[in-house]
């Protein structure tokens, strides 16, 4: 935001930034004047919606088999751990899952389950109108055909604009469309991509656009006119396959567009046909709810005998085929609350009170998951003091810790800090050491099983076992050389993690070594091996083949890491050599990258936090036995701010008036 003082009132222009790897590119679409005389109280917050997920477990599944699932809501996409099924078919998964969208969520939340081999076995389907605020909602859900028309996922740009033949009479006109672009479609072809085109609708009259070929992500900018004689009710989008599946589909209600020659620009979730939304609803088991305080949501009218009730041992029909086996179901529990985000200038006493607490009184307030940390990082981050908490954090970790064996195996606030402060500044070293070696992976797909169980002959080919040595020597190549690349930031992380572990009286003569590995290869790099798609390395999942190939690398480089040869698995004993001849090369590159000097936190983390203050205050409004854990000092200051800005709070939402989380249409945003 751009202001010019001019006397008695302020020019503030807006800017839309976007962001792209090579900067910035700023549009200005906006302007306005402001009478310097208005209240600052004018101003006011914004809500969120924040959906709860936790993906319990799974019955109905076949014994030994391994699972895991993928959790999409809009375009945010998260992956349970892998778990293998017991003899009773069941798996225990116990995950939270936490998705921060925009208000009017209007799209569904899918869970796909996938089975050792990465192919999905079926999906649940949750309607955005099951979601209601405050309520709880738990059960079994049984998977459904993944071919259903109801999954679909991303959200479709469109600008659009009408001219009303006659300005005095608007039943006649001209409407243009122009089809932008789609973001984090859902993939329709086994190799994780789709050929999508999207076909507009309005009245009678059909037009398509072209069919922008292997693209999740596709970009058509196509104008399209419509010319009518009787107003029709509204604009309609269908996405389809080139093949004819269904993708997803939004519309307009042309009373959003205002008659004029200005542009309306739309940012539209796509949905499911409303026949599929009625049938996903369908699926929806007998409820369990729970109250929260006197909140009232969307399911406050619906009784949970209207949701069908499911009977796992009953005939069903699965993936298209009737079957007498009990249809695999998941046990889910979620609930979604809207947010109110205040602007920032209410939420500074609180950050800075939070910045200049002890800092281990957090591990005390946040649970251990990626979004906690993720945000606490943020929070600290714009002020430069991210490196501060983390730091501190950890090196109590590493004084707690009884064995270097152990360091970092455990999912806890330290270990979630550092997860997302990679994730957070390490991603584009991470596609540099490991983009082009995964990439090579597919492509050329090269034998490389050396586990003679896994092979139809029980004998592993010689030239297996090289393939295998060839990529994994061509991986730690590019890591070792990669030292001057590597974020200093994530340097002087790495120093303090060397200096605190060489304190320690560990037996281990590896110890300081361990300390970085620890985190940089058992948190970071091998998990990116593992799941190339998750950390964007590539744009498919890999196939069995691959993922085998990715999992003996795996291995191979974390033993290394471990520095010491693996001793579980016969077939790895042909790799001992090998590892042992790395160790001394990985101790180099741990020394450079883990020897420079302290400097103090300079670094700022460029965002937006209110965003995360809003979210940080709802969790301690819920969780008031968390602050009790603090001393008194710490606890009341706490709980002076969590009361003055629920009040705030709440007068906002006042300003705002009830509003329905999933009724309401897309807003445009008006640009020339």
Known sequence: VSTQSTGSSLLITIFESHESRKGQMSLRFSTANLDLKASAESVGGSLRSLVEVNVAEGRNLKEGETYFCTVSLAKNVQRTRAVCANASGEAFWGEDHEFLEDSHVNTHLFLVAWDSKREAIGQVTIPAKVFGSGKIVSGFYPLAPLTSNSFVSGTLH???????????????????????????????????????????????????????????????????????????????FVVFEKNGSFMGQAEIALSQLEPALRWHEFSLPLVPRD???????????????????????????????????????????????KTEKPVPEFRLKFKCDEMMILPYIEYSAFHNYLLNMDVMSFTKLIPSTDVYAKCLLKIFGDKGKDLHILCSIIEREIEETSSADVLFRANSVGSKLGDSFLKILGMDYLKQCLGPAIKEIYFHRKPCEIDPSKLDNRSAP???????????QKILNVIYSSAPSCPTKMKRFFTVLRNTAKKQHWKNQNTEYIAVSSFLFLRFFCPAILGPKLFDLVNDHP???????????????????????????????????????????????????????????????????????????????????????LNESESNALNTFVTELEKKTELERKKLGTTDMYGASATPHYFY
């Open 158 to 236: 469109i600008n659009a604009k009408f001219l009303p033949a006659d300005p005095s009479n608007l039943a006649r006109g001209l409407v243009t469309v122009k089809v932008v672009g789609a973001k984090d479609l859902v993939f329709k072809t086994p190799q994780g991509s789709s050929d999508p085109f999207v076909r507009i609708s309005v009245g009678e009259d059909k037009q398509k656009t072209k069919v922008v070929k292997k693209s999740l992500n596709p970009h058509w900018n196509q104008e399209f006119d419509f010319s009518f004689k009787e107003p029709p009710s509204k604009i309609q």
């Open 462 to 472: 010689p030239q297996n076992l090289s393939n295998l040595v060839s990529y994994a």
């Open 543 to 629: 196939d069995a083949t691959i993922s085998r190939t990715l999992t003996l690398l795996s291995k191979i480089i974390q033993s290394i890491a471990n520095f010491q040869p693996p001793h579980k698995e016969e077939y790895m004993r042909d790799l001992v050599h090998f590892i042992a001849t790395e160790i001394e090369k990985m101790k180099v590159f741990i020394d450079s990258i883990s020897q420079v000097e302290n400097e103090s936190d300079s670094d700022v983390m460029e965002s937006f936090i209110e965003k995360e203050l809003a979210f940080f205050h709802r969790h301690l409004l819920s969780s008031p036995e968390n602050i009790k854990k």
């Open 275 to 321: 026949d599929e939304q009625g049938s996903a609803l369908e699926r929806t088991p007998s409820g369990v709810f729970e109250k929260i305080g006197d909140k009232k949501g969307a399911l406050g009218t619906l009784a949970s005998t209207q949701l069908a009730n499911i009977s796992s041992n009953a005939t069903s029909i699965m993936m298209g085929k």
